[in-house]
């Protein structure tokens, strides 16, 4: 029911401004797939980035690490011709390397 009191000017004007918001509204409806699109590549990207600047890090410690500080523990068994150290060199390796891969799959 309509408002006795108000012009046919005013309320014509109400009833633009009503299409003009419903207008808007659609727009931006239409819009938010491009929204969560963009939100989705700047997550991405900024996990990318974490992970190389994580594994960066991680080489540079290894690399200019003082030979008297310690980064890992390892045992070494003393035998007559040998030593073995556990882990060895190929069950750090594949440590080190599942550490990354963990680091990459939490991106994708």
């Known amino acids: 029911m309509k408002n006795k009191k108000k012009s046919m000017v005013a309320e014509r004007e109400e009833a633009e401004e009503r299409q003009r918001m419903k207008r808007l509204a659609a727009k931006h409806y239409n819009m938010l797939g491009y929204y969560v699109r963009m939100i989705d590549y700047i997550t991405i990207e900024t996990l990318v980035y ?16 003082a030979a008297n500080t310690r980064l890992f523990n390892t045992v070494v068994k003393y035998g007559k011709d040998c030593m073995v150290f556990h882990p060895d060199c190929e069950e750090f390796k594949d440590i080190i390397k599942s550490i990354i891969d963990g680091m990459v799959s939490d991106i994708g």
Do not use: A, D, I
């Open 50 to 65: 974490l992970v190389k600047s994580n594994v960066t890090k991680f080489y540079n410690e290894m690399v200019n690490r």
